[in-house]
């Protein structure tokens, strides 16, 4: 699933605050906050694309996310790598730490991460 900017932000709102009524999603925007029916017609269809639900008390609706945030990252951050670096997962990692300009630390500590996972998968 791919999310526009407007729609995947109002995820993030979701996904860091956790079930939330509709005041509570306008409140978590910068000023100038959006209209109501803005943010009224983003839930529709995010509810209409399977990415939140909500639970009715009365007339108001407390909205939730159905969309895990680690699935969606990790489908669009797939997406990039498959569009942008002909799917090669180490075409990619060449381009993140040269340009990236990470620091010998940074450096490292990824280095730690992927041998962590080498001696994972040998066990």
Do not use: C
């Not at 932000?9 to 979701?14: D, G």
């Not at 797939?78 to 450096?107: W, Y």
């Amino acid at each position: 699933m791919n999310l526009p900017k407007s729609e995947e932000q109002l995820m993030q709102y979701l996904w860091q605050a956790g079930p939330s009524f509709m005041k509570d999603l306008i409140e978590a925007y910068p000023d100038p906050k959006p209209a109501s029916t803005t943010v009224a017609t983003l839930l529709k269809r995010l509810q209409d694309k399977g990415a939140i639900g909500f639970k009715k008390y009365g007339n108001v609706r407390e909205y939730y996310p159905i969309l895990k945030k680690e699935e969606y990252f990790s489908k669009h951050f797939n997406g990039v790598i498959k569009n942008f670096f002909n799917d090669s997962v180490s075409q990619f990692a060449s381009f993140f730490a040269s340009e990236k300009n990470l620091t010998d630390a940074e450096l490292e500590e990824l280095q730690k991460i992927v041998e962590a996972q080498i001696n994972k998968r040998k066990k």
